[in-house]
């Protein structure tokens, strides 16, 4: 990495390609014109396939927490029952604003580390009513570095539950790993412009299924600029109901572009080896990962700090090496370190940071050599690799 281009391997903003750069910095155009309703057009068309819906998908400007409150307060009303499946500071955040607006919440919150039990969340449904009008889901939770298995969190709660509206973020995870909304019957799903989509901050895309839009003719929690149904009013003409980002939303279009040219199934498979990378680079230097294995997110790596490693010394020296790891959130604060993979990541970004993390480790006497780190994380890219093309090969 150059001086000037460090490897920022946090998870979001993420680092931008140099077209999507290029993309944010061309002249405005009317955002009420027909070329920006072309850019809306396929801004639609580009994401649903990655959302699994054939629905309509709002482009609303805002950080991807406005769109966790888009889908509370769009949906919902003060006083309706809602069950909040927490496992990290995200899936607290989503509850919080649902408590925010008046929902009566109920808090179902796993070990941090590890994902929700379907099992588990059917026995709370079946022995809590049916009534719950909503039940909450994260998808990535981005502060332990943990995915959550969506698809058979939501079959329980179809099961149990099945008239609760089942509002999902997928802020750091959509774009980067197959998701199913329509068929895994989630929804409300929100996503934000600065995680897998390689463009800067600025934009939520929010999809909602036909009961989703359905419930936002009777839920009575107070809305004015998330107003979903104004989006979808003014989608229909190409437009946003206030004015959008629209140097974000050229940069949204060209990220998707180029996710189109290496296809979603490079995009994902390339997601999985950075990910599988990082995890078996950072276990070689002696780093115990945060997250159960069975879970372990696709976009983020979590890792404790070790007992007796001075990290804010270490972090210095890796900062100072031009790569940007993130620190743990909230309660993690101080114990965990984070590994961003998502977006325009690439392999050799991947091994430059184990590269990195080695070459400081060994140089503060805590590795008799560097290079095990890196080895490792090319045999685990490698082996992912493999495995891929003997699953395809098989399937073919
Ligand atoms: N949800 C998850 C899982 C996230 O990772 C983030 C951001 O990191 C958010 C919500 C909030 O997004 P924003 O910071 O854009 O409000």
Redesign the pocket.
Same mark, same amino acid.
């Given at each position: 990495m150059s001086r000037f281009e460090p490897n920022l391997r946090i998870?979001?903003p993420t680092a931008l390609p140099p077209s999507v750069r290029e993309a944010g910095a061309r002249q405005m155009v009317n955002h009420r014109g027909p070329e920006f309703a072309a850019l809306l057009g396929r801004i639609q068309a580009g994401m649903k396939p990655y959302f699994g819906t054939t629905g309509d998908v709002a482009i609303l400007t805002? /950080?991807? +927490?406005?769109?966790?409150e888009t889908a509370v307060v769009n949906t919902l009303s003060p006083g309706d029952r809602v069950l909040g499946i927490s496992i990290g500071s %995200?899936g607290d955040? %989503?509850a919080k604003i649902a408590e925010v607006y008046g929902a009566t919440v109920e808090r179902m919150s796993a070990e941090w580390g590890w994902a929700a039990e379907p099992a588990e969340v059917r026995e709370r449904l079946a022995a809590g009513g049916r009534d719950y009008r909503a039940v909450l889901l +994260?998808?990535?939770?981005?502060?332990t570095g943990v995915m959550n298995p969506v698809a058979e969190l939501a079959a329980a709660i179809r099961e149990e539950a099945p008239d609760a509206l089942i509002l999902v973020? /997928?802020?750091?995870?959509l774009g980067a790993v197959p998701f199913e909304m329509d068929d895994w019957g989630c929804d409300v799903v929100?996503t934000?412009s600065?995680?897998a989509w390689m463009a800067a901050?600025g934009l /939520?895309m929010v999809a909602a299924s036909e009961r989703a839009w359905a419930a936002m003719e009777t839920a009575r929690m107070p809305r004015f600029y998330l107003d979903l149904r104004k989006h979808r009013e003014l989608l229909e003409k190409g437009e946003t109901p206030w004015t959008p980002a629209v140097a974000v939303a050229f940069q949204v279009d060209e990220g998707l572009r180029l996710m189109a040219e290496e296809t979603p199934a490079g995009v994902f498979a390339r997601h999985e080896v950075c990910a599988a990378a990082t995890q078996a680079g950072l276990e070689a230097l002696g780093f115990e990962l945060f997250a159960e294995p069975a879970h372990r997110s696709k976009t983020v790596t979590a890792a404790w700090i070790p007992d007796g490693l001075d990290w804010k010394a270490v972090n210095g020296e890796l900062k100072r090496r031009d790569l940007v790891l993130a620190g743990g959130q909230g309660k993690l604060a101080g114990k965990i370190f984070r590994v961003g993979h998502l977006g325009m990541v690439r392999l050799d970004e991947i091994l430059a940071a184990i590269g990195t993390i080695e070459e400081v480790l060994a140089e503060s006497g805590r590795l008799p050599a560097p290079g095990a780190g890196v080895a490792a994380a090319e045999r685990a890219a490698i082996a992912v690799e493999a495995h891929r093309s003997t699953a395809a090969a098989g399937a073919r």
């Open positions: 998870p979001g805002c /950080a991807g +927490t406005g769109g966790l %995200f955040r %989503f +994260t998808h990535n939770e981005t502060s973020d /997928a802020v750091s995870s929100v934000g600065q995680k901050p /939520a």
